[in-house]
């Protein structure tokens, strides 16, 4: 009897061993079946999330690398490019003594000399006879005023000299030829100041102004075509003159006044028709102005002329001597702020502007005698 409830009880005891062993099978299969459903559901949530936050940023690069795209506006402003934009060179001043210069020169008016050989020869003058440093920055701007009429033989010897000689210098300047309309006397001084005008009309920025015969050529390049604290006679040694002064106040040729300068004397005399006298003058307003004239020294202050015949139409002046006795008198009536004046062309040349203009007739004279 024993024995068979012993049995039994073992068999009961393996039953109940095997349902809990099945039991514990299904309750790991159903464990680790959920935790995989848990797994999917929070691993998609979290793939979501990233996605959408950076969604912005993905779509502006995608539409960004296409030439064509356009981002969609945010509303908000856009932040400015970090690539900074291409900015012009900060040249330095350029030196009060020009490296280039070479000081004595060889000056002669024998070979032909064509306006398109001076060309070649100058390719950085820009139209118009426009020149600046490309290396550095000149303290002035420098107007070359040149009274004309019926010289261009003598005007191509003078581009051809100074162009060079202006570059060396390392000066932003201009070239104003102002061309006397008609066959009446001429008139230096007053096309001095029509080009004076003229000048400050095209460029306000001038502020130093160069008045040069146009058949006079320096013959040394350390002659600078600059204006300094005083007017300055560049032309104190011709050649025709024995190259030296041919007296005290002699102020022909080639002189050099800033803006200030030559409003205080109001500027050059309209009066003087015919040759000679009207240097006198400028001398005297000079003096009466309280200033004083600076010069080169005379071994960098030479100049060669080129020889011409006498134009028929600029004969002296018969009253010269009585005007220049009277600069005290007529300087504030006569001189730039009375000019009178038309232009009637202006023309930008390779080399030069070239202004033509009516400046009148003069007045008549008493027959001499």
Not at 90 to 99: A, F, Q, T
Not at 119 to 146: F, H, K
Not at 194 to 205: I, N, W, Y
Not at 347 to 360: A, E, H, K, Y
């Amino acid at each position: 009897m024993s024995r068979l409830l012993g049995g039994t009880l073992e068999r009961v005891c393996k039953a109940v061993l095997l349902l809990c062993l099945l039991h514990f099978l299904v309750a790991v299969i159903l464990y680790f079946d959920v935790y995989a459903q848990h797994l999917a559901f929070f691993s998609r949530f979290s793939a979501r999330g990233p996605s959408r936050a950076l969604h912005p940023a993905a779509s502006s690069s995608t539409n960004c690398s296409r030439p064509n795209a356009t981002v969609p506006s945010s509303g908000l402003p856009e932040a400015p490019s970090a690539r900074p934009g291409p900015t012009a060179p900060v040249l330095p001043p350029c030196p009060d003594s020009p490296p280039g210069l070479v000081g004595r020169l060889l000056i002669e008016f024998t070979s032909p000399m064509p306006l398109e050989r001076v060309q070649r020869e100058n390719p950085g003058v820009l139209l118009g006879g426009r020149y600046t440093p490309p290396d550095c920055t000149p303290a002035q701007t420098v107007a070359v005023i040149i009274p004309f009429r019926h010289r261009e033989h003598h005007l191509r010897y003078w581009l051809h000299y100074l162009h060079p000689i202006l570059r060396r210098q390392r000066l932003r300047y201009g070239i104003y030829v102002i061309n006397q309309h008609g066959e009446d006397t001429f008139n230096r001084a007053k096309l001095l100041n029509v080009g004076f005008l003229e000048a400050l009309k095209e460029d306000s920025t001038y502020n130093c102004f160069i008045f040069s015969d146009v058949d006079l050529v320096p013959m040394d390049d350390r002659n600078l075509y600059r204006c300094g604290d005083q007017p300055r006679h560049f032309a104190i040694a011709m050649d025709k003159f024995g190259f030296r002064l041919p007296y005290a106040g002699y102020f022909g040729g080639v002189s050099g006044l800033n803006k200030s300068q030559f409003l205080r004397i109001n500027g050059f005399p309209n009066e003087y028709w015919g040759w000679g006298g009207e240097d006198d003058d400028i001398f005297n307003r000079i003096s009466l102005a309280g200033m004083k004239i600076s010069r080169p020294d005379i071994r960098i202050g030479r100049y060669r002329m080129i020889k011409h015949d006498r134009d028929k139409h600029n004969e002296p002046n018969p009253q010269r001597f009585t005007k220049i006795q009277n600069t005290k008198l007529t300087m504030k009536r006569d001189g730039i702020g009375s000019v009178r004046y038309q232009v009637l062309e202006v023309s930008r040349q390779p080399l030069f502007t070239n202004i033509t203009v009516d400046i009148g007739r003069p007045p008549s004279w008493p027959p001499r005698g």
